[in-house]
Nanobody, 126 residues
Framework: QVDLVESGGGWMQTGGPLKLSCTISGRTFTTYKMGWFRQAPGKEREYVAA??????????HYANSVKRRFTITLDNAKNTLYLQMYSLKPGDTGIYFC?????????????????WGRGTQVTVSS
């Protein structure tokens, strides 16, 4: 397992941008997947985006609800995962969690991740 700490959450008006960060410590594996999930009040945790490395190629993946609005990136030199969010909507409100796992498959399933951060709150007002 690795230690993950999210930051960058806050309040934003509809249509605005916000960038989340997740600092990673203890990561030594060369194949991996790292993802962002979110949980709105009273709802199940849902997949947002992921980046995966199978040892040959790095790929990014997005939930349909955030495609073309959110971008996930990983800065290996800084050991930091980012989620750049644009055109925010009230439906994007929730606690955002980053997650990591040494296997590159199963990017959209939360049970496929073995390390989780504590989350950062994002609130989008209409």
């Amino acid at each position: 397992q690795v230690d993950l700490v999210e930051s960058g959450g806050g309040w934003m008006q509809t249509g605005g941008p916000l960038k989340l960060s997740c600092t990673i410590s203890g990561r030594t594996f060369t194949t991996y997947k790292m993802g962002w999930f979110r949980q709105a009040p009273g709802k199940e945790r849902e997949y947002v985006a992921a980046i995966a490395n199978n040892g040959v190629v790095v790929t990014t993946h997005y939930a349909n609800s955030v495609k073309r609005r959110f971008t996930i990136t990983l800065d290996n030199a800084k050991n930091t995962l980012y989620l750049q969010m644009y055109s925010l909507k009230p439906g994007d409100t929730g606690i955002y969690f980053c997650a990591a796992d040494p296997r590159s498959v199963g990017v959209a399933a939360d049970y496929e991740y073995d390390s989780w951060g504590r989350g950062t709150q994002v609130t989008v007002s209409s």
